[in-house]
């Protein structure tokens, strides 16, 4: 799935709303940014790890989405969102480290998007985390082999 410049827009004005409820200067808050996206309604909730919401805006693109893996399809386009709205992000007063999350209607975690650290940005992507299993198992069995 690609996106318009239009949601693009809509996206970066979502989150330039939801930075501007960490204004610097208070004090900083222990949260995450949790995103919940509705292939039905094309519409985008934010909350905070308190399940208060923080915005919520309408992509028109994505309402009744037919793309079947539609949290996958749009998972890179809140990636690259976040990561090019950096500058933003990095004025937001939360203790560090912190993410961005895109969760379900259960609010449970479908994808770690993005980690904000003091640093530098993580940007976490699902293929990053691809045969660790194995290569886990392969490892502990070398050891105890040894």
Not at 48 to 76: G, H, M, Q, T
């Amino acid at each position: 799935m690609k996106a318009s410049q239009q949601t693009i827009q809509q996206i970066e004005r979502s989150l330039r709303k939801i930075a501007a409820k960490f204004p610097q200067g208070d004090d900083a808050l222990l949260t995450d940014i949790h995103l919940l996206v509705n292939p039905y309604t094309g519409e985008i909730r934010a909350y905070n790890d308190d399940d208060e919401e923080l915005d919520r805006c309408v992509v028109e693109e994505w309402i009744k989405s037919p793309e079947e893996d539609f949290y996958e399809s749009v998972a890179p386009i809140l990636r690259q969102t976040i990561e090019g709205m950096r500058p933003v992000v990095d004025q937001m007063n939360i203790l560090r480290p912190f993410s961005f999350v895109l969760i379900d209607e259960d609010h449970e975690t479908l994808q770690d998007l993005v980690l904000i650290d003091d640093e530098e940005t993580v940007v976490l992507d699902g293929n990053l985390l691809d045969g660790l299993e194995e290569d886990l198992d392969a490892f502990l069995e070398h050891l105890l082999n040894d």
